[in-house]
């Protein structure tokens, strides 16, 4: 098994500068001076490089689309990559001016620009010695450098502690030009960059059960700052710290991307309800291949959602930072909210999932040849690892979700057996299947060569042993996965005439049949094969699946019986997520089977299927007996509001 080092982020986040000017250009005729100012902000830190923002504000009545920012890098610092602009560097001296197809500052606007810094070593400086935007300072003085700080902010007061995170207020300062922003300070080390007008922000990253003491002070544009706060003293929760990036403890969440809408699940409801701290990986359903074999957004069929994936803005209330997307943002959607989620909680992993049960159709054609598949796995990397996203609807642009994804999670469903109707099998998907595999490793291994960063790559896996021997050549498979995720679900449902478990850890010995599953034969059929237990993790379902038109059995409970037919479900006959089930149980009488780690819901004529807080934890601890690498969760989603569901996988982890 190949397995990556998890990034050691470092939790200090430096930041905003806009120093004094390095040279003086003539302004753009579509702007005058002083009219734009800029503000330099820090976001990552690591041993050898950091993520930085500059964020242009257009102070006019007019948009401006011209304008041209120099700045000046440290000893031992500069810039490896930028999105959202054209970058020109000369030794520590960097150019940066309007990408290729246009970026307008609007009025009364902002616009911003990322990228990438470089350092020789941990302790070269993040900060410009120098910022010019069409040749006066970035403060937009336009002339002498203000030196003149804000004054301290008063009333920090801190809100209720998670495990690992702090939410923290204060009152705004004043400044003679303007605020900037906040930094909330910890230790010497700034571990929160509130940009803006925001007088609040979350410190994450934390040790459970730990002392802290917070500061907070206020910056300008000229990256004057105010003296520090009075300090706050807190101790992070004891409980819900959750397993953090540990390679035995996995506990992988798939957010969907379609969850936004009814559900009305976005990105920030991972923070409120506790799941973000409790996560190590997230995986980000689904990215679709199109007939030729490549990555897309939005094909000449409308496939896609691109504006899910990054074109929605959304507002303050809404997302992860407390700060509303503008119009103009190349990155919005889930995209730019997974990228401030990783930013509040370092230790997240993001994965990039590829075709899923309806996305899987051309994956065949995809992995057939040594050219398509290297076009295949090129396309993917390129649009979502490398972050060059197509400009749709002003949206997108290269480099525009760089950073958001850490790997890439193969979902083909399934190689050489059937799965969604229309799917192309071929009995070589087998030997293809594992050549595509290599080829995301090798394409994988020279982009982390390249970037110095470490790709994951995993899988989710059928639990049908028949799937397995036809689709699966497990022990050359392991060599290139840092792990797979074994269906642990959907065993049986309301496509079929008869009430099982959809979930059961073993089988149930008064099963009927014909169709025996469990996840003790689903995990066997992968270590029979030469698979290692801690590489396999145990998917759970954060759903339930129905029946109607149940007889009660000669057990009263309704189990093993013929039903007329699926249960009507919110969003499809014969399934609800458990947060809509939970909410209607009073209607049922709860059973429960111990040794299956299964319960069930019946009220005399509707059977549900289903898994709660506690069969969760009978889950999460058979997996650990197995000597698995964690759990998986399909869907976050599916749990209420108080994540109920993963709280109990973290404290079945914790024990």
Not at 68 to 78: C, D, F, K
Not at 541 to 558: H, I, K, L, N, Q
Not at 625 to 648: C, F, H, P, Y
Request: negative net charge; proline residues 6%.
């Amino acid at each position: 098994m190949k397995r990556s080092r998890l990034r050691a982020w470092a939790a200090a986040l430096a930041g905003a500068l806009a120093l004094a000017p390095l040279t003086v250009l003539a302004p753009p005729a579509s702007a005058a001076p002083g009219d734009l100012t800029v503000t330099y902000s820090v976001g990552d830190t690591w041993t050898t490089g950091w993520s930085g923002q500059l964020t242009i504000t257009n102070t006019s009545s007019a948009p401006v689309s011209a304008w041209r920012i120099v700045i000046q890098t440290g000893s031992g610092a500069g810039i490896g990559s930028l999105w959202n602009a054209t970058l020109s560097s000369s030794g520590s001296v960097h150019t940066i001016t309007p990408p290729s197809w246009g970026a307008t500052v609007p009025a009364g606007g902002t616009y911003g620009i990322g990228f990438n810094g470089t350092r020789t070593t941990s302790t070269s400086s993040t900060a410009l010695t120098s910022c010019t935007v069409d040749g006066l300072p970035c403060d937009g003085s336009g002339g002498p450098q203000d030196t003149q700080a804000p004054s301290v902010p008063t009333g920090v007061t801190a809100g209720t502690p998670t495990s690992t995170t702090v939410p923290l207020s204060w009152q705004a300062s004043s400044d003679n030009v303007a605020v900037a922003g906040y930094e909330i300070v910890s230790g010497g080390q700034v571990v929160r960059n509130v940009v803006g007008t925001a007088t609040s922000g979350t410190a994450g990253g934390l040790q459970p059960d730990t002392a802290y003491t917070f500061t907070v002070r206020a910056y300008d544009a000229a990256g004057n700052r105010s003296a520090a706060s009075a300090p706050v003293q807190v101790r992070t929760a004891a409980e819900g710290g959750g397993p953090g990036p540990s390679e035995d403890q996995r506990v992988v969440g798939y957010f969907t991307q379609w969850g936004v809408y009814d559900r009305n699940y976005l990105v920030n409801n991972m923070v409120t309800s506790g799941s973000a701290e409790r996560l190590t990986h997230i995986n980000y359903a689904f990215a679709n291949i199109s007939p030729q074999g490549t990555c897309f957004q939005v094909n000449q069929a409308g496939q896609g959602d691109a504006w899910a994936d990054y074109g929605r803005s959304y507002t303050a209330a809404q997302s992860v930072d407390g700060v509303g997307d503008t119009w103009d943002q190349a990155l919005r959607g889930n995209f730019n909210q997974l990228r401030e989620l990783k930013e509040r909680y370092p230790h997240l992993r993001v994965n990039l999932s590829i075709g899923g049960w309806t996305w899987s159709r051309y994956l065949s054609d995809a992995a057939l040849t040594p050219q398509s598949r290297e076009r295949m796995v090129s396309s993917c990397i390129d649009m979502f690892l490398r972050g060059n996203l197509p400009v749709i609807d002003g949206a997108g642009g290269p480099g525009s979700a760089a950073g958001v994804f850490d790997g890439i999670d193969l979902d083909w469903e399934w190689p050489a057996s059937a799965g969604a109707d229309g799917n192309i099998i071929r009995p070589e998907d087998r030997e293809n299947y594992t050549a595509l595999v290599a080829e995301f490793r090798r394409q994988l291994d020279a982009l982390s060569a390249e970037t110095g960063e470490d790709y994951e790559l995993t899988a989710f896996v059928p639990a049908d042993p028949e799937k397995v021997e036809l689709g699966f050549e497990v022990p050359e498979l392991m060599e290139n996965f840092d792990f797979i995720t074994v269906q642990g679900y959907d065993y049986h449902g309301g496509w079929e005439s008869r009430t099982y478990h959809q979930s059961n850890l073993v089988l149930d010995p008064d099963d009927p049949g014909p169709s025996l599953f469990s996840g003790e034969i689903a995990v066997d059929a992968y270590v029979d094969r030469g698979a290692d237990p801690a590489d396999l993790v145990l998917g759970v379902p954060f759903y339930s699946r129905g029946w109607t038109g149940v007889p009660a059995g000669p057990d009263g409970d309704g189990l093993f019986q013929t039903a007329t037919g699926p249960a009507p479900g919110r969003y499809e006959p014969g399934i609800n997520d458990w947060d809509v089930i939970a909410a209607q149980a009073g209607g049922f009488t709860l059973h429960r089977d111990n040794t299956l780690g299964t319960a069930w819901l019946y009220n005399g004529s509707t059977f549900w299927t289903y898994d709660d807080a506690v069969s969760m934890r009978q889950k999460t601890d058979w997996a650990q007996r197995q000597g698995m690498g964690g759990v998986m969760i399909w869907s976050l989603d599916g749990d209420d509001a108080g994540g109920t569901l993963i709280r109990a996988i973290d404290d079945a982890l914790a024990d």
